[in-house]
Every structure is written in C-alpha cells, then in structure tokens.
C-alpha cells in the first residue's frame, strides 16, 4: 500500500461531465504533483503546488483546474475532457528538497467516452 | 540539457537468473538518479535513489545500482530475479533546484520466465 491515496480507482466519464480526482497524502509533504500517463509512456508532469501554491503548470489545457485546499489534499477537476484525455492519473508527493524522492498514489483510471 | 536513456525497452530473463537494467544520463550538473518500478494497474514505487553520496546504492527488494561517473550510467541489478519482479521500471534523473524537475527514461519492461 502507497502512503500518497487517490481516489477513485477507476472514472468514467461522458466529454460534457464535471469531476474531480482526489488525493491525500499524511507524511507531511509540502510538494504534490499531477502527473499524466498513457500506455506504455512514462509519467509526463500536469502540476506542482509548493506550499500550497500553484508552482508549475506544464500548459495543461483548461478543462484540466488543480486545487490544493491544504497541505494534505490535491484536487483535480475536469470539466469537458476529450477522448484522448483517458489516461492513468497520479499523484505524487515530495519534500519541498529539489532532490527529494517522490511517492506516488495508485493513480486513477480514467476513461473519457 | 539533462536526458535519461533507458538502453533497452525490454529485458527477459528467467526467475533465479542475474538482472540488468540499463541507464546513461545526461546532465550539466550534479545529478540526483533515482530507479522507479511500477507494476501493471499501479503508481511508481521508488526503488532506490542516488544524492552525491555513496556511489553503490542498495535499494529494495535486493535491488542495487551503481553511479558510475566517467561512464554517466546508473545501471539497475539484482542477483536473482523473482517472479515478482516483472514490472515496468524507470530510471529518472533531476538536475536539483527546480521542484518537480524530473526526467524520466522511457522505461524497460522486466519479464520473468519460470
């Protein structure tokens, strides 16, 4: 079991849904990531808060809204995605150390129809 | 410019049997290296991790790797593969300074025969 918890596991959705991802973590990370990966690829960056702070956007589309209501909790929201959006989605977190390891959710599954 | 090569896409070998895993590194700085295993339908697990410190890095699940600077390669090894260990693994570099800065290799498929 990873320390970083996303849920849900799997989401289906239409291309006109609003819904979000949510990931917790309790180690006290200050550092908390979105990644994108598709089949076969590895993990390709969304976002980086750093102290709650939006720190890095990787020019992800707008239907794509981060949030980061506290330390422990990082939001994704989707609204409008398209079918190549489907993709695993994971969560990271770090120490805020530009070397720090980081520790990754189970990502979430996501199917846009 | 920092870059990761992962030298083979795909690596078999059979349970009980040594295994190697490739990587070379491209970077201006003082790399941190870190090796990243993941299992199908699951996130990465970090197997092990290289900060300027000891050059031979013991990680787990009996994984090690050595930074070998004049070759700029952290190749990944076990001495004996376990059914277990078939996963996808990546071996990612970060240059430091800027959060979230990581580039990943494109990763080796580890298969594990019988």
């Known amino acids: 079991d990873t320390e970083v918890t996303q ?6 959705m239409g291309m006109t849904n609003k819904k979000s991802l949510k990931c917790e973590q309790h180690m006290g990370h200050r550092a908390m990531y979105w990644y994108k990966q598709k089949a076969k690829k590895p993990p390709e960056l969304m976002f980086v808060y750093s102290y709650e702070k ?27 995605l398209q079918p190549e959006d489907s993709a695993l989605y994971l969560c990271a977190s770090s ?9 990754f959710g189970n990502g979430t599954r996501l199917t846009v129809t | 410019a920092q870059s990761v090569t992962q030298l083979d896409s795909h690596v078999s070998v059979s349970e009980g049997t ?5 990587c070379n590194y491209s970077s201006s700085y003082s790399p941190s290296l870190f090796w990243y295993v993941q299992h199908p339908n699951k ?28 070759e700029t390669s952290f190749h990944l090894t076990k001495p ?7 996963a996808e693994y990546f071996c990612v570099v970060t240059p430091g300074g800027s959060q979230g800065n990581l580039i990943f ?9 019988p």
């Open chain 1, 95 to 103: 120490q805020v150390s530009g070397n720090s390891p980081l520790h």
């Open chain 2, 80 to 86: 004996s593969a376990h059914m277990s260990d078939a």
């Open chain 2, 105 to 113: 290799g494109k990763g080796t498929k580890l298969s594990v025969k």
């Open chain 1, 54 to 80: 939006l720190s890095i956007n990787e020019s992800v589309p707008s239907r794509f809204s981060p949030e980061c209501p506290n330390s422990s909790l990082l939001n994704l929201h989707l609204h409008a």
């Open chain 2, 43 to 70: 996130g990465l697990q970090l197997l092990l991790k290289y900060t300027s410190a000891a050059t031979l890095v013991k990680g787990i699940n009996g994984f090690e790797a050595e930074f070998k600077k004049s």
């Open chain 2, 18 to 22: 040594p295994v190697l895993l490739r």
């Open chain 1, 7 to 12: 849920t849900p596991k799997h989401l289906v």
